[in-house]
């Protein structure tokens, strides 16, 4: 073997090993960009899918229990069962909503007048007109009652 050929051996070698490191660089970042890709619509497909909490139950007063079937009727289709929210509205049994945030009053008002969206990505809610004010109070007791089984309590803001 000549010098010359030994020289162009290397070369080629060495041309191989820079072609394989780009090769790798370029199969980690499409590696990463996937993974990446990926976190990204899990994400968005959890937003879609709207708040859901875990609701521990609570023993029921008996204004709580007449303020659950009201609920039903009335809230549940978008606050979900036992106001653990859906894809169409919030979970209530959420810090956000412990007393010393949202009092009575913004129960009764979003009953009457509806609420601008504020808080999460869902839109606004609707004026609930059919539910009379001692219907949200009875509502507001079955909240109240599985807020506190569920350790929500006043917090003063
Ligand atoms: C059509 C769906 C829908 C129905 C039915 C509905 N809600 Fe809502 N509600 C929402 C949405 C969405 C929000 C969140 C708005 C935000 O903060 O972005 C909300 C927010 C609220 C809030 C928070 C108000 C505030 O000041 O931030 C309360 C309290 C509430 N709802 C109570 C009720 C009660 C009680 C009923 C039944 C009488 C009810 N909702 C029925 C969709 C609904």
Redesign the pocket.
Known sequence: MTKRTVKRQEQRRELRRRKQLILAGALGLAALVAVALLAYFAMLEDESAGVTVEVLPAELSVEGQLGEAL?KV??Q???GPNAAGTK???P?IHDI?NPGH?SDE??Y???ATG?R????P?????A?PQ?TRED?TL?IRFVRELQEANGIVRKAY
């Open positions: 609920f009335n809230c289709a978008c606050h169409l509205g919030p209530l909503y949202h913004a129960f008002l979003a009953a609420v969206q504020h808080h999460w869902y839109g606004d809610m609707p609930q539910v949200v509502i």
